[in-house]
């Protein structure tokens, strides 16, 4: 089996501080936080943005005092802008960061009810999206909430706008979403195009349960207070690195290695 490629989503749009303090909004904070996940043994770490105050925000300059805070401490890591924002944000808005060159941007494949709003993706965006990253050269993982997303990648790879292998993140669990069940991840698995590679962020508590399974199948496993802000049932996570140490402990357990990021590259494909 390939060895494991851990990503780290280290804050999101949704949760907050008031939640679990070890939440990062600040570019000390994010930088601290992302340093600690990389030497645990994240090589991708997946980055939303927000203000001081914790407001979300997909503001190129923001992101860029970021990016390069976590550079700095984290040299070679990948590092993964997000486009999917916070609901609500133009697709303008949400793409501001990828002109910023990252090495990989998130590509949200497909609409779908999220809690009680609605995160907008319509075909022509993902055209607008995917259009993006390749002309900047940005490897897309494609966000996948539910089984027809798969069949608009597919769609854009005939277009031309996607090249493979594709990288897929299933993101399972998500109130209203494609529920997170050993089911619905070997489903998926089965529905992507040979030779494409995967990883899956489990909502909340299936954040571990998704990642074990991932593990053994050979799969690539996302943890991160984004997806999940505790670390045991009434427990909250102290810290991402916290997460990212459990995965490596387990993946080692079970006699699968952790990827470096230079790894992560090759196995990814990435230039
Ligand atoms: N915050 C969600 C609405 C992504 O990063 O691409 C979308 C999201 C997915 O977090
Ligand atoms: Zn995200």
């Known amino acids: 089996m390939e060895k494991l490629i851990i990503t780290c989503a280290l804050t999101g749009a949704e949760v907050t501080k008031e939640q679990n303090p070890a939440v990062p909004y600040t570019a000390e904070e994010m930088a601290q936080s992302a340093y600690e996940a990389y030497m645990a043994g994240a090589s991708i770490l997946h980055i939303h943005v927000r203000e001081d105050n914790g407001t979300p925000t997909q503001n190129k300059e923001r992101f860029k005092v970021i990016l390069d805070a976590i550079k700095k401490r984290c040299p070679d890591a990948i590092l993964q802008v997000t486009t999917g924002g916070a609901v609500g944000m133009s697709d303008e808005e949400r793409l501001a960061p990828v002109e910023l060159r990252p090495e990989m941007a998130t590509l949200d494949a497909g609409t779908i009810n999220f809690g009680d709003e609605v995160f907008v993706n319509s075909f022509p965006s993902l055209i607008n999206f995917a259009k993006k990253m390749k002309e900047l050269n940005v490897k897309p993982e494609i966000e996948v909430f539910d089984r027809g997303m798969v069949e608009n990648a597919k769609r854009l790879v005939k277009m031309g706008l996607l090249d493979t292998p594709l990288h897929f993140d299933f993101v399972l669990g998500v109130p209203s979403g494609m529920p997170a069940d050993i089911d619905s991840l070997t489903y998926m698995v089965r529905s992507i195009p040979e030779g494409s590679t995967w990883t899956v962020a489990g909502i909340g508590r299936h954040?571990?349960?998704?990642?074990?399974?991932?593990?053994?199948?050979?799969?690539?496993?996302?943890?991160?207070?984004?997806?999940?802000?505790?670390?045991?049932?009434?427990?909250?996570?102290?810290?991402?690195?916290?997460?990212?140490?459990r995965i490596v402990r387990i993946t080692k357990e079970l006699g699968r290695d952790i990827a470096t990021p230079s790894e992560a590259r090759r196995i990814l494909n990435i230039k």
Do not use: F
């Open 207 to 245: 954040q571990l349960p998704m990642a074990v399974y991932a593990i053994l199948l050979g799969g690539h496993v996302r943890v991160g207070l984004e997806d999940n802000i505790y670390y045991n049932k009434g427990e909250l996570a102290k810290s991402n690195a916290q997460l990212v140490e």
